[in-house]
């Protein structure tokens, strides 16, 4: 069984502040995802990265993949109060019966308080 | 384009009383479909996954089944509700592998009282 372990689970913090989210696991994946979701609605997809180093970067959003595809990185620069949400990781299983399939991290709920 | 239908949006249900949850996807042809249930506006756990008509992978034991009599629609079902069956129920549906990402329904929140 694959495992992702999101952290902190809890953030919060100041608008204009910096703030990295993490995702760690001992198995490796193919792509690494990230979703955001609000109060009583879906997760929505941010980003997928799939090489190992890859790093993109979606306005004040930076995501990182780590060179051993087993780690991701969410960074946000000057958090607005539009930030605020769950940020889910989610990692692809890279082969047999995990492939295809969605593991997802346990969510980062972030406030952000003008 | 593709979107994804899921309904109800909310359910209260008794103890014991069927449930049925149905998704349908449209604008696409042979979707992977998902069900998950997010406990507490956490992470996801995936109950079911499709890959085609009639073929239902389950992921872990419980009291719940699902099906998929056509290629676009995925029901999720149960004949006796349990108290812990309470959750967000959530649909999602994605091209072959996960790649691209999944789209998700707007969830049902259930509650068994």
């Known amino acids: 069984t694959q495992l992702l372990e999101q952290s902190p689970q809890f953030l919060s913090i100041q608008e204009g502040e910096n703030l990295t989210v993490y995702c760690n696991s001992s198995?490796?994946?193919?792509?690494l995802q990230w979703y955001r979701q609000e109060p009583g609605e879906g997760p929505v997809l941010l980003v997928t990265v799939v090489t190992g180093g890859e790093v993109k970067k979606l306005k004040r959003l930076t995501f990182q993949f780590g060179d051993a595809r087993k780690d991701s990185s969410l960074h946000i620069t000057a958090a607005q109060t539009g930030d605020t949400g769950l940020y889910l990781c989610?990692?692809?299983?890279?082969?047999?019966?995990?492939?295809?399939?969605?593991?997802f991290g346990q969510g980062t709920i972030l406030t952000v308080h003008p | 384009s593709q979107t994804i239908h899921q309904w109800p949006a909310t359910l209260v249900q008794p103890v014991g009383s069927p449930l049925s949850l149905e998704c349908t996807v449209e604008g696409t042809s042979n979707p992977n479909l998902y069900w998950y249930r997010q406990a507490a506006g956490r992470g996801l756990q995936l109950l079911f996954y499709s890959v085609g008509i009639g073929q239902i992978s389950s992921e872990v034991p419980q009291n719940l089944s699902a099906s998929r009599p056509q290629d676009r629609q995925f029901i999720l079902s149960s004949k006796k509700l349990l108290l812990s069956d309470s959750g967000f129920y959530l649909c999602?549906?994605?091209?072959?592998?996960?790649?691209?990402?999944?789209?998700f329904g707007s969830g049902t929140r259930l509650t068994v009282v």
């Open positions: 198995s490796v994946f193919s792509s």
């Open positions: 999602a549906w994605s091209v072959q592998g996960a790649s691209f990402g999944y789209t």
């Open positions: 989610a990692g692809e299983g890279a082969g047999g019966t995990s492939y295809g399939k969605l593991t």
